[in-house]
């Protein structure tokens, strides 16, 4: 029983770790991160697959943890769906890495690899190559300053090529609008 326990430490641990070569932003302040973000393009991955009009929003929890409610249609269930985690950071404050969970003790990486100075524009990446997120607080960014995050995610190694640009257009037909919390 014991011989699962070292490997899943090793693997839980490599869970909040920083990609190699990337570096998450220096002089972070969280309180101006805060609030909504749209999703504007993403990789791949199974818990938002099918998923349009993609926010992200964070608040402060009193515990001091910061609350993290993700939100998107999705078109094949005509309804919206919703996670609500949390995050705290993974070591300095001022350092954009950050643990995130939406399932009970499990962590991940949270690591704000580019970040304009008006915290408008943010590149977001996980623990690995597998995980990359680029948000705004606007539905949609000036192309100027999209192209520079996806010059910086190619800069750090991402398949740029690979993305999906997530639709923000219009309101979703035969979508159900609640607030997040309706739908809890």
Same mark, same amino acid.
């Given at each position: ?19 190699? =070569? ?9 309180? /101006?991160y805060l609030g ?5 393009? /993403?990789? $791949?991955?199974? @818990?938002? /697959? ?10 402060? =929890?009193?515990?001091?943890?910061? /609350?993290?409610? =993700? ?9 919206? #769906? ?6 705290? @950071? ?20 949270y690591v704000v ?14 623990? =690995? ?13 000036? *192309?100027?300053?999209?192209? #520079?995050?996806? #010059? ?6 991402? $398949?740029?090529? *690979?993305?999906?640009?997530? $639709? ?8 159900? #609008?609640?607030?997040?919390? *309706?739908?809890?």
């Amino acid at each position: 029983m014991k011989q699962w326990l070292l490997p899943l430490c090793l693997w839980l641990s490599a869970c909040t770790g920083v990609p190699e =070569n990337v570096e998450p932003v220096q002089g972070f302040e969280l309180d /101006r991160y805060l609030g909504k973000w749209y999703e504007i393009a /993403r990789l $791949d991955h199974s @818990f938002e /697959r099918g998923l349009s009009h993609v926010t992200a929003e964070y608040s402060r =929890n009193e515990d001091g943890t910061v /609350r993290v409610v =993700n939100r998107g249609f999705s078109m094949g269930e005509g309804e919206w #769906q919703e996670a609500v985690g949390k995050a705290r @950071f993974a070591g300095d404050p001022g350092t954009a890495h950050l643990e995130v969970s939406f399932f009970g003790p499990f962590y991940a990486s949270y690591v704000v690899a580019a970040l304009d100075g008006d915290y408008r524009y943010a590149l977001v990446v996980g623990y =690995n190559r597998d995980y990359l997120w680029i948000l705004a607080r606007d539905k949609k960014m000036p *192309q100027a300053e999209l192209a #520079q995050l996806l #010059q910086k995610a190619r800069e750090l190694g991402y $398949d740029t090529d *690979q993305l999906i640009f997530v $639709d923000h257009s219009g309101e979703p037909s035969g979508s159900r #609008q609640s607030s997040p919390e *309706q739908s809890r």
